[in-house]
Nanobody, 121 residues
């Protein structure tokens, strides 16, 4: 089992920045792909970005150039730096771990509890 705990969410004005962290514990593996998803009220969970074990990344179009994912395998931590935030980025952000990079939530085995990000206009 792998446990994932997100942190770093909060309230920020449009144009501002936040950095989310996801710490993994338990039977962690640097070979896991790590992804971030988000879910806004009344909407389905959607893919944001993922990073593979070797550092390759895959960004959803709506966050390209604004969000940056990184990982520190020594610390079992994945980061999501979010810049130029927009009100439409408001959502609960979830960290996920799985065997391969994918934009599909079903590809991920483990999930965190989520952290709220609210962007005011």
């Amino acid at each position: 089992q792998v446990q994932l705990v997100e942190s770093g969410g909060g309230l920020v004005q449009a144009g501002g920045s936040l950095r989310l962290s996801c710490v993994a514990s338990g039977r962690t593996s640097s070979n896991y792909a790590m992804g971030w998803f988000r879910q806004a009220p009344g909407k389905e969970r959607e893919f944001v970005v993922a990073i593979n074990w070797n550092g390759s990344t895959y960004y959803w179009n709506s966050v390209k150039g604004r969000f940056t994912i990184s990982r520190d395998n020594a610390k079992n931590t994945v980061y999501l730096q979010m810049n130029s935030l927009k009100p439409e980025d408001t959502a609960v952000y979830y960290c996920a771990a799985g065997p391969r990079n994918s934009f599909q939530s079903t590809a991920y085995t483990y999930w965190g509890q989520g952290t709220q990000v609210t962007v005011s206009s």
